[in-house]
């Protein structure tokens, strides 16, 4: 966040974004912060962002970073969507 410019005050927020056709939905990832209506958590001295509204489609969330040869960023693997399919 430092390396970022970062305000004081900003955590990191997680969201989903409505998708189209067989697409599903996606999720969000960005530097917010706290809006009325969040719920907020705090994670390895990180502050975390989610509307309570959202909160049912980010159940079982993982967010993992990946840096390999052929890619570099963020993962979101939600194994209870995963298991529907």
Known sequence: MATKSIPEGYGLRIGVKGGSGCGGMGYLLG???????DITYNIEGVKVHIEKRQTMYLLGLEVDFYEGADARGFTFVNPEKESDA
């Not at 530097?31 to 209506?37: M, S, T, V």
């Open 31 to 37: 530097f917010d912060k706290e809006k009325e209506g």
